[in-house]
């Protein structure tokens, strides 16, 4: 059975950095499309990264987080990875990681591709 677990989340000011981390319990995800989801209350959930080594997918980034996330990805260790910087309070969300194993490339960033996610982590920023 997969297992995806976050962590790192937290209370920041505005400004400040976080580093979330998601730990896969198999390393059958080698190959799959991971990325970080995020949905504050009342809105739904957006994709906010992407990482994949297969095809020309690459790394992908919401324009919204682009130059201050970065995501990361150890195979060896089974981690997925977000810094964040530069933290602003519309980045307030619970942070979800997931995996897709069969997904089109056009649209990495559809949360019906994704078929294991992890419970979430929250990520307050104050102003």
């Known amino acids: 059975q997969v297992q995806l677990v976050e962590s790192g989340g937290g209370l920041v000011q505005a400004g400040g950095s976080l580093r979330l981390s998601c730990a896969v319990s198999?390393?059958?995800?080698?190959?799959?499309?991971m990325a970080w989801f995020r949905q504050a209350p009342g809105k739904e959930r957006e994709f906010v990264a992407s990482?994949?080594?297969?095809?020309?997918?690459?790394?992908n980034y919401a324009d919204s987080v682009k130059g201050r996330f970065t995501i990361s990805r150890e195979n060896a260790q089974n981690m997925l990875s977000l810094q964040m910087s530069g933290l602003k309070p519309e980045d307030t969300a619970v942070y979800y990681c997931?995996?897709?194993?069969?997904?089109?490339?056009?649209?990495?960033?559809?949360?019906?591709?994704?078929?294991?996610w992890g419970q979430g982590t929250q990520v307050t920023v104050s102003s």
């Open positions: 997931a995996a897709a194993i069969v997904w089109e490339s056009s649209s990495y960033y559809s949360t019906r591709w994704y078929k294991y």
């Open positions: 198999r390393q059958t995800l080698r190959n799959a499309l």
């Open positions: 990482h994949t080594w297969t095809g020309t997918g690459g790394i």
